[in-house]
């Protein structure tokens, strides 16, 4: 059964250039899931090895459209549109740029780590079908050129979630999970009236009634419509990033989860999130995210210092990484709503070094607790001498969330302040201060769980160090870590063209007057088209 | 012209009916005849699967018989028979194919309920398939007095089938309540039409609204009057708030089964009157009218909604759950276009299996004795039978607005026709009311899932150990609940159409914008 799912991935590969790679990456998680459906409740074994192939294709397929992607160009690739819903013009339209390029990246690979290191072991065919049917709906959401079919997978990624949380969370998880689904759909489903706002008033324009984003692109908005569409989308993504003060369901819902659950949660979904206020506030409403640009820069920045502060006085390690991680997704805030080249290609770079980061952070917790049943960090102290492999990885990965250079996250942090620094001065400067925060908070944990004094009580207790699977797990992250960090360049070859082309659209849209000189035009998106 | 006319007093003049025409009305009806005679000709009584077979047939004959009539509009235009006073257009025609799949849907689970709980006899099958042609008649009437007509022959036999479960009170309390209130709705009703009627000259919908359409009644008091009490006798019977007031008591006390049937014809019959009246023969009166609904729809989304919240009891939850339902069918006639009837059409359909659907779970975990309804029942569902809690959890998931679901198309339908129409607020009130829905439908999916104790302190004060104590597993109900064939298979449809049309909507959407009015 597995066998399917791998010849998938490798028919990929082998395909002609015709072949519609994002479609596949989309339904492989999907059939995967199918084939897990269908095997028995108790061949755990085999539903297992059906969920890490599926995600193995998926990695490969991906590792493909990274290989088939052209870098230095700026519009939408491998693009592919079938009619879905004809009459009411929604498409089943997938497209990647440098955008959306690395978050799919991140995805399959995060999913495979997911899988292969989810060490659930109640009701595995359920848990592995609900992995993939989430790894389907995150992948469809990045790769969709359909506001609609964006919506649907981005909705869908509820389903998944909860299902995660509740079936395999911690103690409050019902709670969380109630918690988590009601603030993401309400924001949704102020999403869904902004979506058929802006398609309709782009059918009283044109005609047309589409959902096509390289159509609506082009839409006329008024100030008070952009303004109103502009808040109705970035409801759903505030929540779903989560933006302060739109975040206090993310603490609750990353505790109680399941170690799968909340590095997905944190690593994949959140990014649905400020990749819709990159992709669709910013495509979408230049002139409207112009304007009210000062109020998301304002949370932004609000939420990384209120992120660091809470981070700092958390108990529970868990917790501690979910505030840190709102502390992220605040950098990942100003560099978009900063509007210059540096500072939104940085956002796009933080969104996957976050997701990078935080997944391992949330990976070496799990580890810690499945040793120690806990994750008070003043019941954790001295596991450095137990641990010095542990002790190393969680060094690195905490100086990369630091943003110290040669590591990933000084990459993203710094583009982000530097381009930050151009337009939003006084923001930049604040801003700066979560950096300092965060090195207070981690630190402080790092020392304390390392290097503090060991408890009385747990003197006697063993503590192993890493395994050879949780090694191979965590491996892949530190390479990329280490990797992103010392040599950024290739992909900060593919993600700016993109960012370049959205930059100068806001600029033309939101600045009509100002003529500009030397500013290449925007490379049609219908070139590549087939 | 027919050989009764030779019989009928002078003067009145029996006019030219197409029988073909109401094909579907009159094998319902037949087929009623059918199951009563065959019911006095056994001598000893015959198992409820025989009667149940019988109406399938019956209902699938005339789903053909619909279909046939679907093909010939489509080909060939509407048109209207019995002297203007029914109409036969895309849109009567899609609801007497509703009306059809609903009946068949029911009478496969109704038939399971009464096995289990020991009621024989057709009389339940008979008084289905009246109600159901009654809402067909409802849909296709094209006359104040025919509409009138029709709303009796749809509510009369859902008092009796409110009360079908005489052994238990509640059933017939349900049952009185409803015939009271329903009567007293169908008297407001008669009197919108008199009033209607004194205004116009008519009570014919096109000679109404061609009158309107070319005349400026200075004095309209009568006139609005009278369309004021239509739209209560309407709300009443679509159970708009704050008309609502007789559904969470009969919805909770008739027969699981009923109630599932009762919620999706009533509904579809009576918004197929509501709809054709308001949007083809009022549309001239719109700034009148159109405010009201508003407030109406408002009123019955978010009213909806939050009562909901508070309910322990699922049956009653899923009242009001099907109140907030009735608020976005309302955007549908709010938006007055013909997308926005469109729309409407669809999330009726949506509903019906949807709701038929869920009811029947709630038959299924009622056991027998039909009473355990409380929340608790439904804790560790997925233990005892978790084929049965995934089916209810996608019901109530579609529901809420699930995407890849029809509940999530229907909502977006009505949206869309909503903001085309420019009543941008209704539209954010409608979402916002589907965001609080989605706790109380969530709520009983938890439960379904949770494997913790019932505990009064709840979860939120007791952290307590991971995993929790093993002695404190035992007030879950064990062993396995079972679901008989034919309730199986009932689900199994409903969950089917919720499912695949909601991952290939096409067909469904292609359907509703094909079921139009005829515009006169």
Known sequence: ??????????????????FPFLTALVLTPVGAALVALVLPRRAVWAIRAVGVAGALAVLGIAAAVLDEFRAGFGGYQMVSVHPWVGSLGISWSLGIDGISLFLVLLSALLFLLALAGAGERTNVKSFTIWILLLEAACLGSFCSLDVLLFFLFFETTLVPVYFIIVGW????????????????????AMMLVGIVALVSIHAGQTGVTTFDIRQLVQTHLSGTA?????????AAFAVKAPIFPFHTWSPDAYREAPVAGSVLMAGVTAKLGTYGIVRFDLGLFPHATVVLAPVFLTLGVAGIVYGAIVAAVQKDLKRLVAYSSLAHIGFIVIGAFALTGESVSGAVLQMVNHGLITAALFLLVAMIYRRRQTMNVAHLGGLQRRAPVMAATFAVVVLASIGVPGLNGFVGEFLILAGTFLTHRWWAVVAVAGVVLAAVYLLWAYQQIFHGPERESERDKPFRDLTWREGAVLAPLIVLIVAMGVYPRPVLDRITPSVDQ?????EQVAHPNIPRVGQPEPTTHTEVAK | MTPF????????????????????????????LVLIGVSAMTPRRLPTGVYATMTVAIAAAALVASLRLWRDVQNHGAFTTVAHSVDVDGFAVYFLVLVSCILIVAAIIGSGYLRREGIAGCEYYALALISGSGAMLMASANDLIFIFLALEVLSIPLYVMAGFDRRRPTS??????YFVLGAFSSAVFVYGIALVYGATGST?????????????????????????????????????VPFHMWTPDVYQGAPTPVTGFMAA???????????????????TLRGDWQPVIWALAALTLVGGAIVALAQRDVKRMLAYSSINHAGFVLIGLQAVTTKGVAASAYYLFAYAFMVLGSFAVVGVVGAKGDRRHDLEAYRGLAARNPVLATVFSVLLLAQAGVPFTTGFFAKFYVIAASVGAHSYALAVVAMASAAIAVFFYLRVVLLMYSTQPADPGDEATTPGPAGGGVATLVRIPVGRLVVQPSIALGLAVSVGVTVVFGVWPQPLIDFTRAATFIFH
């Open chain 1, 226 to 234: 952009g303004v109103l569409l502009l808040l109705a989308f970035t």
């Open chain 1, 502 to 506: 959205l930059i100068t659209h806001v």
């Open chain 2, 204 to 240: 014919n919908l096109p000679e109404i609204g061609a009158f309107l359409a070319h005349n400026v009644i200075t004095a309209n008091g009568v006139l609005l009057a009278g369309i004021a009490l239509l739209i209560v006798g309407f709300s009443f019977k679509v159970a708009a």
């Open chain 1, 169 to 188: 969370g911690h103690e409050k998880r019902n709670h969380a999970a109630m918690k988590f689904f009601i603030y993401t759909f309400t924001g949704s």
């Open chain 2, 265 to 283: 014809l009533a509904k579809a019959g009576g918004f197929a009157a509501f709809l054709r009246v308001f949007v083809a023969t009022f549309p």
């Open chain 1, 1 to 18: 059964m597995s066998a399917h799912a791998v010849a998938v991935g490798l028919g990929a590969v082998a395909g002609q250039r015709a």
């Open chain 2, 5 to 32: 006319a030779a019989l009928a007093p002078a003067g009145l003049a029996i006019p030219h009916i197409d029988y073909t025409a109401l094909l579907p009305e009159l094998i319902l009806l037949g087929g009623v």
């Open chain 2, 172 to 177: 017939q309390e349900a049952a009185i309540k």
